[in-house]
């Protein structure tokens, strides 16, 4: 599949191809891109399987010089989005490249904690196995507050065959800043609905919370699962979710008001709930379940921000968790296609996910069995 968009002075171009690599279809792309664009493209974003990583030199060498691409980032995944279509598994690559104003891509170590200086939004792809995503999500949100962040984490293999990569260069982790008259317009559906009542958390210590409105935290779970069809409690194991509020300045909290964990376990002897992330004492909790008639019900809001900016848009990327796709909506192409019909189908491209990352309520954070899209728009002059 191909697309083309345009809106101003900005472009964008996709481009699918599946398969094993061949330096044939990779040129192929290339042309396409570059008749597309007719100019050259500052930015492209790739998404590969892992078994294009021996040739990843090859594979950068030929888009950057018959395509007129001067940077090209991207990683490894399991699955390639492209268009309204979703490649789930198998060999094959997406791209998509850009016009626009775009920083310098910046490969991260582990110790890196860069402030990203009059930057619009920032796109990072990074490897799971080798960079320390949380800490730099939480670093980054402290050195450089406001500035919305959007991508994903490479998957597609063992720690031995994922990577993210800079110019065909492995890298542990790659962010590219946004500049000048573009900017970043970011959209997340995270797939679960509030159950039961939100309360305020009033003991907790590191990721156990022990109570929640004066009552234990398992009680609390309790009654929200009591409040499920009895379809939702036949599938609701590993399906609940602990929602953290992201502001408490909300008098009636909805799905995109919560930072969506998973809850690790729970013991009805002490109490406790351990969950996948570290509340505050006074933070608002309300439990969520995760089912895709829920994940149908949040698409729409989810998507919300990118049909808002359909008509500034030239082109977006998905990040869409391994975990949703086809086996969990029971048809394929719902995450691709509702971003595809939002963006009144504008240049897409994407990949599947070990973890994703785009902000909740302004602040940046990792998630996980979500999508997480950047709608790349041109601002005004």
Not at 7 to 36: C, D, I, P, Q, W
Not at 80 to 87: D, T, V, Y
Not at 267 to 277: K, L, R, Y
């Amino acid at each position: 599949m191909r697309n083309d968009g345009a809106m101003g002075k900005f472009k964008a171009a996709s481009y699918h191809v599946n398969g094993v690599y061949k330096a044939s279809e990779v040129l192929s792309a290339a042309l396409h891109l570059r008749e597309t664009l007719k100019t050259p493209a500052r930015m492209a974003f790739a998404f590969v399987s892992a078994n294009y990583m021996p040739h990843i030199a090859e594979f950068c060498e030929i888009l950057r010089v018959d395509g007129h691409i001067q940077d090209i980032v991207g990683c490894t995944s399991g699955g390639r989005i492209e268009g309204g279509s979703e490649f789930e598994g198998g060999s094959g690559f997406s791209i998509m490249a850009c016009q626009g104003e775009f920083g310098d891509p910046l490969a991260l170590a582990g110790d890196d904690f860069s402030t990203v200086t009059g930057a619009n939004g920032c796109i990072l792809v990074a490897n799971p196995f080798a960079f320390p995503i949380e800490e730099w999500i939480g670093s980054f949100n402290r050195r450089n507050p406001g500035i919305g962040l959007v991508g994903g984490l490479a998957s597609g293999g063992n720690a031995d065959e994922v990577s993210a990569f800079i110019n065909g260069e492995s890298v542990d982790a790659v962010a590219v800043s946004v500049l000048g008259r573009t900017a970043i317009v970011p959209a997340l559906s995270q797939g679960c609905r509030p159950i039961g009542e939100p309360f305020t958390v009033t003991r907790a210590e590191h990721n156990v919370i022990y109570a929640v409105g004066g009552q234990p935290a398992y009680r609390a779970l309790e009654r929200a699962f009591e409040t499920l069809s009895d379809d939702e409690k036949s599938n609701a194991r590993g399906n609940l979710f602990a929602g953290l509020a992201g502001s408490e300045y909300i008098h009636e909290f909805n799905s995109g008001d919560f930072l969506v964990k998973s809850i690790i376990g729970a013991d009805p002897d002490s109490g406790a709930v351990v969950i996948a992330g570290i509340p505050r004492i006074g933070q608002t909790l309300q439990y969520q379940i995760r089912n895709p008639n829920a994940a149908i019900e949040d698409l729409a809001r989810g998507y919300e921000p990118a049909r808002l900016a359909k008509r500034r848009a030239y082109g977006a990327l998905l990040f869409s968790c391994l975990g949703r796709g086809k086996n969990f909506f029971g048809t394929a192409n719902r995450d691709a296609s509702e971003l595809a019909e939002a963006l009144g189908n504008k240049p897409l491209a994407g990949c599947f996910c070990n973890g994703e990352i785009a902000p909740v309520r302004g602040l940046n954070a990792l998630h996980g069995y979500t999508a997480a899209a950047a709608v790349f728009v041109e601002k005004a002059s």
